[in-house]
């Protein structure tokens, strides 16, 4: 089956630090990947769309110059959080699509903490 | 964002019994996708709905995409411990694009 990574699993950092999620596809190509984020008892809210080789599609209330989004192959697209501040702290998760399938496979998710 | 009207939002339930949940949405999905993410890990893919009317069997899972395409179901049956978790419903509009989730059900099976 298609299996998604993510790395780091967790991450606690200070305020004000950046951090850095990636998200690969293991045994897929991807052209598009999309990153999620969960709060505690809550579905998931996509935060954007992230397509190989151009700019990603942010959703509304989305910072794009905080959350900044590189898809620079078709297995890896990172998601980097700028200046991260403890209302950052979330559960983030990305999904990708293999070619020729409608299906998304997500990855394990990344628990950031920020302190 | 638009998400999807999930219910029930939890349910409490004895170990051998049968479970159903189901969505709903104002608009059109194209496809359906059922999903189960444990504690501290991803949603899993379960069950994809492609056509409207299609009942879609995985082991003790069986999923049905509404005539309407605005609705979908997932009955588990037989449920047993391993079977807790949430379980979260999807809508796509189109192949490939973004998926709207529902709210998720907290599912709790009792030994």
């Known amino acids: 089956g298609a299996v998604v990574s993510q790395h780091p699993s967790w991450v606690i950092c200070k305020s004000g630090t950046s951090v850095k999620i990636e998200c690969r596809s293991l045994d897929f190509q991807a052209t598009t990947m999309f990153w999620y984020r969960q709060f505690p008892k809550q579905s998931l809210m996509l935060m954007a769309t992230?397509?190989?080789?151009?700019?990603?599609?942010?959703e509304q209330g989305v910072e794009k110059d905080k959350f900044l989004i590189n898809h620079a192959s078709l297995t890896l697209s990172t998601l980097t959080v700028t200046s991260a501040h403890p209302e950052d702290s979330s559960f983030y998760i990305c999904s990708a699509t293999p070619g020729g399938t409608n299906e998304q496979f997500f990855g394990p998710g990344t628990r950031l903490t920020v302190l | 964002g638009q998400q999807l009207n999930q219910s029930p939002q939890s349910m409490f339930i004895q170990e051998g019994e049968d479970v159903s949940m189901n969505c709903t949405s104002s608009s059109i999905f194209n496809t359906w996708l059922w999903y189960k993410q444990d504690p501290g890990e991803g949603p899993v893919l379960l069950i994809a709905l492609y056509k409207a009317g299609e009942l879609t069997s995985n082991g003790r899972l069986t999923a049905q995409f509404g005539i309407t395409r605005k609705d979908s179901f997932l009955n588990i049956s037989a449920s047993i411990p391993s079977d807790v978790g949430i379980y979260f419903c999807?809508?796509?509009?189109?192949?490939?694009?973004?998926?709207?989730f529902g709210e998720g059900t907290q599912l709790t099976v009792n030994p």
């Open positions: 992230s397509n190989e080789g151009s700019k990603a599609t942010y």
């Open positions: 999807a809508g796509q509009k189109t192949s490939g694009s973004r998926l709207t």
